[in-house]
């Protein structure tokens, strides 16, 4: 019993640092069986874990995405922002690791291709290539 319990919070602790509305399922599952643990054996306990977990996560899936404001991914073609103009969301500084612009109505992490400007919030830049998951930036000409 204690052994589902201490499952149980395992998964809702890995549900709050988590991105997605996934593992409080198989939290609750966990509770359950642990609850069964005072009357059946292990074999019905994980039965119950994991009949309890999947009818969870198939009846509350499609609300869960709802509330998520779910989206399709959308493909992006790199080489077609690159020379675009972002505007910025949060102020560039790459010493302190930070950075977002908006650009055609998605959010980048952004860093300034000179490491010692900083590029403060509301200022347009120039996209001059994307790095993995990342932009980097140069101010537009206009603002320099």
Do not use: C
Not at 38 to 66: D, E, N, Y
Not at 68 to 97: C, F, M, W
């Amino acid at each position: 019993m204690i052994v589902w319990i201490v499952i149980g919070v395992v998964f809702l602790i890995i549900e709050i640092t988590a991105p997605a509305f996934f593992y409080m399922w198989f939290g609750i599952g966990a509770f359950v069986a642990a609850i069964s643990a005072v009357w059946l054996g292990f074999l019905w306990q994980l039965s119950i874990f994991l009949v309890s977990s999947a009818v969870l996560l198939a009846l509350t899936r499609p609300f869960a995405r709802k509330i998520q404001r779910y989206e399709p991914s959308k493909k992006i073609h790199l080489e077609d922002i690159v020379g675009k103009e972002a505007i910025v969301i949060e102020t560039i500084d790459n010493t302190a690791g930070k950075g977002i612009v908006k650009v055609n109505g998605d959010m980048w992490r952004a860093f300034s291709k000179d490491d010692s400007q900083v590029i403060e919030k509301g200022e347009k830049v120039k996209i001059l290539k994307v790095e993995g998951a990342h932009l980097v930036v140069e101010k537009s000409e206009v603002e320099k």
